[in-house]
């Protein structure tokens, strides 16, 4: 379903909630070994999260997000492809990140605000 936003037409299947939240994201890099990243997640949906982070991602890279636990789930951590990563002049990157197949059967089960809550 396309919702028509400020900006145009929304695009996303799923509608994103705004958040802001550090977070732990795992790049999988096959050159560099794994680098562990903290990343302010600042919107999230059923199929991924947007952040922000100073290090540059490459479109196609495979990441581990690790969300904080809360009181019914604990930690999760969730394995995303990265989509996008756009520069921001002051702020480093903007990144979109894709949950992948596997993990988003598992966090197709969680709600959005249950993730958020801490």
């Given at each position: 379903?396309?919702e028509?936003?400020?900006?145009?037409?929304?695009?996303?299947?799923?509608?994103?909630?705004?958040?802001?939240?550090?977070?732990?994201?795992?790049?999988?890099?096959?050159?560099?070994?794994?680098?562990?990243?903290?990343v302010?997640?600042?919107?999230?949906?059923?199929?991924?999260?947007?952040?922000?982070?100073?290090?540059?991602?490459?479109?196609?890279?495979?990441?581990?997000?690790?969300?904080?636990?809360?009181n019914?789930?604990?930690?999760?951590?969730?394995?995303?492809?990265?989509?996008?990563?756009?520069?921001?002049?002051?702020?480093?990157?903007?990144?979109?990140?894709?949950?992948?197949?596997?993990?988003?059967?598992?966090?197709?089960?969680?709600?959005?605000?249950?993730?958020?809550?801490?």
């Open positions: 379903m396309l028509t936003t400020t900006r145009g037409i929304e695009r996303r299947r799923h509608s994103r909630a705004s958040v802001h939240l550090d977070v732990r994201c795992i790049r999988l890099d096959p050159h560099e070994g794994d680098i562990i990243d903290e302010d997640m600042v919107d999230l949906s059923r199929s991924g999260v947007g952040a922000v982070s100073d290090n540059w991602y490459y479109p196609g890279q495979k990441v581990v997000v690790c969300l904080p636990p809360d019914q789930h604990g930690k999760r951590q969730i394995s995303a492809t990265i989509r996008r990563c756009l520069s921001r002049q002051e702020d480093g990157y903007h990144i979109g990140m894709e949950f992948d197949r596997n993990s988003l059967n598992t966090w197709s089960s969680l709600s959005t605000k249950a993730t958020v809550a801490a």
